[in-house]
């Protein structure tokens, strides 16, 4: 079967995957040399695809393909161009790169539309560097907490320090946001990053919702000493008080029947030499439930769980949340065109929500947002193995131009 733009994409997914920290495992950070080579790299590919390009004040890359006359107000596509660590290559920039790929293809006909397109690429979904995250599209959002510049990296470096070793400058962060009135829509394609879509046999889906999500920085702290002295019954190790912890956490939602999902991601032990007890132990916590109400609910057991943990074992607890995301719903109107477009290209319409969080979370304070998922093999992401057939690829590439072409402003008539 001809790869309408399926190839292209395929072939821009490897070549964005090589910059990366490593060459064995792909792990491409916020503010590092990789985001600034992976940015230069997808700059390119938006001046090739006829956009104008800016690098913005927090390091997302934005292009703009003007519409029937110059200054009209924008459809916004995009995804995330950072990763998680030894991750997947195709979670985040699929959704980017087949945008540009649509551009490309509208630039290559010179095709323009009575609306403008704007690609942008966010510079940290993930939050793996400073543990809070969508801090590319909280600034576009125009919703960035000033706050998180004091984040400290695994390193002891601030984020507003590696801001400036960047080249970037904290204080123009706020040149970064958009307003309501530039947008028409934001809407990002994405991979589903679960095994649905390939349960039902289908390339793409409409996404209902994108689920909440609550994260959560704990610490604590017992006493070190000589792993061979100390008797056991006078020890607060604070590492096995992080393991009675997790185990909780895993049993909580593991009976949980609201559904929650919890996930303790990575732990820190201190100070981490085989003969002495571990005196300090800091670990993270991601929990995330079908509904908001129920997510907060959880939270709080599983807090007050670690609270019972802690005391019991004489063991100092510290547990700030360090990211807090709402459930946010697909707009009707735009999910409509979606289901259009996945029609007009012969599919099956499949509705359903998202476990994964997506920048939409932060676009939906300056506009509705919609999403499109495409089959990922076996369902897995923020993995090696993560991967999409070109086919799929394609798939999703035909969907998104032919919802572009056809996007209709809300309220315009039929
Ligand atoms: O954590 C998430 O759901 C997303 O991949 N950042
Ligand atoms: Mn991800
Ligand atoms: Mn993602």
């Known amino acids: 079967?001809?790869?309408?733009?399926?190839?292209?994409?395929?072939?821009?997914?490897?070549?964005?995957?090589?910059?990366?920290?490593?060459?064995?495992?792909?792990?491409?950070?916020f503010l590092t040399e990789e985001h600034r080579a992976a940015a230069d790299l997808l700059l390119s590919w938006m001046r090739d695809a006829g956009m104008h390009v800016q690098f913005d004040a927090i390091g997302n890359v934005c292009g703009r393909y003007e519409g029937e006359r110059p200054a009209?107000?924008?459809?916004?596509?995009?995804?995330?161009?950072?990763?998680?660590?030894?991750?997947?290559?195709?979670?985040?920039?699929?959704?980017?790169?087949?945008?540009?790929?649509?551009?490309?293809?509208?630039?290559?006909?010179?095709?323009?539309?009575?609306?403008?397109?704007?690609?942008?690429?966010?510079?940290?979904?993930?939050?793996?560097?400073?543990?809070?995250?969508?801090?590319?599209?909280?600034?576009?959002?125009?919703?960035?907490?000033?706050?998180?510049?004091?984040?400290?990296?695994?390193?002891?470096?601030?984020?507003?320090?590696?801001?400036?070793?960047?080249?970037?400058?904290?204080?123009h962060i706020g040149a970064a946001a958009r307003s309501r009135s530039e947008l028409l829509a934001y809407i990002e394609l994405h991979i589903e990053q679960g095994p649905v879509l390939e349960a039902q046999n289908l390339p793409v889906g409409v996404v209902t919702a994108?689920?909440?999500?609550?994260?959560?920085?704990?610490?604590?702290?017992?006493m070190a000493g000589h792993a061979g002295t100390v008797p056991m019954l006078l020890r607060r190790d604070a590492l096995?008080?992080?393991?009675?912890?997790?185990?909780?956490?895993?049993?909580?939602?593991?009976?949980?029947?609201?559904?929650s999902v919890g996930t303790v991601g990575y732990i820190h032990a201190m100070p981490g030499a085989t003969n002495v007890i571990p005196?300090?132990?800091?670990?993270?916590?991601?929990?995330?439930?079908?509904?908001?109400?129920?997510?907060?609910?959880?939270?709080a057991d599983i807090v007050r769980k670690i609270e019972d943990i802690a005391r019991r074992r004489k063991l100092l607890l510290q547990v700030d949340v360090t990211h807090e995301n709402r459930t946010v719903p697909c707009a009707p109107w735009l999910k409509a065109q979606v289901s259009e477009a996945i029609t007009g290209e012969g599919y099956r319409v499949f509705e359903l929500p998202s476990g994964a969080g997506h920048d939409g979370m932060?676009?939906?304070?300056?506009?509705?947002?919609?999403?499109?998922?495409?089959?990922?093999?076996?369902?897995?992401?923020?993995?090696?193995?993560?991967?999409?057939?070109?086919?799929?690829?394609?798939?999703?590439?035909?969907?998104?131009?032919?919802?572009?072409?056809?996007?209709?402003?809300?309220?315009?008539?039929?």
């Open 1 to 29: 079967m001809s790869s309408f733009l399926g190839d292209e994409i395929v072939g821009r997914i490897s070549r964005l995957a090589a910059i990366s920290e490593t060459s064995e495992q792909l792990t491409r950070i």
């Open 72 to 171: 009209l107000p924008c459809l916004m596509l995009g995804s995330h161009y950072d990763s998680v660590r030894e991750a997947g290559k195709w979670d985040g920039p699929l959704g980017l790169i087949t945008a540009i790929s649509c551009v490309a293809d509208l630039h290559k006909r010179e095709r323009r539309l009575p609306f403008a397109i704007e690609v942008i690429g966010f510079a940290d979904e993930e939050g793996v560097r400073f543990a809070s995250t969508l801090l590319g599209s909280r600034a576009v959002a125009g919703t960035f907490d000033e706050r998180v510049l004091d984040a400290k990296d695994n390193a002891g470096i601030s984020m507003r320090d590696a801001l400036f070793q960047f080249g970037l400058d904290p204080a």
């Open 210 to 222: 994108i689920s909440g999500a609550t994260r959560l920085a704990a610490s604590l702290t017992g």
């Open 240 to 259: 096995a008080g992080a393991a009675e912890c997790i185990v909780a956490i895993e049993e909580f939602c593991r009976t949980d029947r609201g559904g």
């Open 279 to 299: 005196g300090q132990v800091s670990f993270t916590i991601d929990l995330r439930a079908v509904s908001d109400a129920h997510r907060n609910l959880a939270v």
């Open 362 to 414: 932060a676009m939906i304070d300056i506009a509705d947002v919609a999403m499109v998922f495409v089959r990922c093999r076996g369902g897995i992401s923020h993995h090696p193995d993560e991967h999409v057939d070109v086919a799929d690829a394609d798939a999703g590439a035909r969907v998104l131009l032919r919802l572009i072409e056809n996007f209709r402003p809300r309220g315009t008539r039929e």
